[in-house]
């Protein structure tokens, strides 16, 4: 393969000359054209075939154009064209190469910083989850507590004198529906601690949000906050599940944060919605003790936080999740208290890395 790449690159350098002294013939521009030439193969082809174009243009502009003057011009007038002409292609090609390193460097930068966002956004998520050991153990223990208690339950109905099975069956059942219900929410667990490269697929936002209001569900009880949803019927969108998960766990927690030691109500409202221009829209709504006076526009700059606990990373890091899903991320306050974030996503398959 690396073979033919340099057949065709170099391939490119020797055509081009030939169509430029083609074209420069018969209008008697060959400066034009062979500068040309040479810019499209230190563009296209690199360092070497740019100067086999220079090369070859330097030979065709000395055998057919270097004494093509009417009247002949003068011998050192000439010597000096034909120098201008090898300086300005050897110029250019230097200039392309330059151009080209440049953009390499920036595709590795840009690797690198892809590489760090995505290190960063798991240990992000991974303290997340840390903070949570407490209400996950609850979470998990639930379903295993009533796997138990159904097994016993079926152990004495087929126990009994005249053991009745159909009962003994429904409660087998629901040990089933038990056991697979804790390992699905241990797998969840699981996938927000893998260190995977993004994984984009088609994701049902719907479902992401109540997969994060099971595992938030015994944290938000314990702060006595009820959570309400208003989720719409909208159409699934190309995403890395696992980012998603994190966005709106992140954005959750915040508000049942903001909401653990205010009077009065306290409840959580996620909504759902389509819109008209190919894109949804997700609200998480609270009410806390809302965004923060006369720092409303720095609440997702890196390291900004009002959390004796936080890193200020959270919104940061999830607003940087959401625009590489070609999203937007913002907050405003709610009246009469509390904070909303609206969260914006493409409903078309094109994805923005």
């Known amino acids: ?28 521009a060959p400066s034009s054209c062979f500068l040309l030439a040479v810019t499209a193969s230190s563009l296209f082809g690199g360092l070497g075939p740019g100067l086999l174009s220079v090369a070859l243009t330097a030979l065709a502009f000395e055998h057919f154009f270097l ?20 300086i300005a292609t050897l110029l250019i090609t230097a200039l392309m190469e330059l151009k080209r390193r440049v953009e390499q460097s920036r595709t590795r930068a840009q690797e690198a910083l892809r590489l760090a966002q995505s290190d960063l956004a798991r240990v992000n998520r991974v303290t997340t989850m840390g903070e949570l050991t407490a209400s996950l153990a609850h979470e998990v223990n639930q379903p295993i507590a009533a796997a138990v208690t159904d097994a016993n339950t079926c152990l004495r109905w087929l126990t009994r004198d005249q053991p009745d099975v159909e ?31 993004p994984q984009r697929e088609l994701v049902d936002v719907n479902e992401v949000i109540k997969e994060m209001i099971v595992l938030l569900r015994n944290e938000a009880s314990r702060y006595s906050i009820s959570v309400r949803t208003e989720l719409s019927d909208i159409p699934q969108i190309m995403g890395d599940r696992v980012q998603l998960q994190q966005v709106m ?10 909401m653990k030691n205010v009077e009065g109500t306290r409840e959580l409202v996620i909504k759902s919605q389509g819109l008209e221009d190919e ?53 405003a306050e709610n009246s009469p208290r509390g904070a909303s974030f609206y969260l914006t996503l493409p409903t078309k398959l094109e994805t923005h890395e």
């Open 167 to 197: 009962e003994a069956r429904e409660a087998a059942s629901r040990v089933v529906k038990d056991a697979t219900r804790a390992a699905e929410i241990i797998s969840r667990v699981r996938l927000t601690f893998t260190k995977n490269t």
């Open 1 to 28: 393969m690396k073979v033919l790449s340099n057949l065709q690159r170099y391939g490119l350098a020797t055509i081009s000359c030939g169509v430029a002294l083609v074209l420069a013939w018969p209008i008697d």
């Open 67 to 86: 004494w093509r003057t009417f009247p002949p011009a003068h011998e050192t007038a000439t010597f000096l064209r034909f120098v201008v002409f090898i």
């Open 279 to 331: 894109q949804l829209v997700l609200v998480v709504s609270d009410t806390g003790v809302g965004l923060p006076p006369q720092q409303a526009d720095q609440i997702f700059n890196a390291f900004f936080t009002t959390k004796s606990h936080g890193t200020g990373m959270g919104l940061r890091i999830s607003r940087s999740i959401v625009e590489s899903h070609g999203g937007r991320l913002w907050a």
């Open 249 to 258: 766990m992140n954005l959750m927690l915040n508000a049942i944060d903001a």
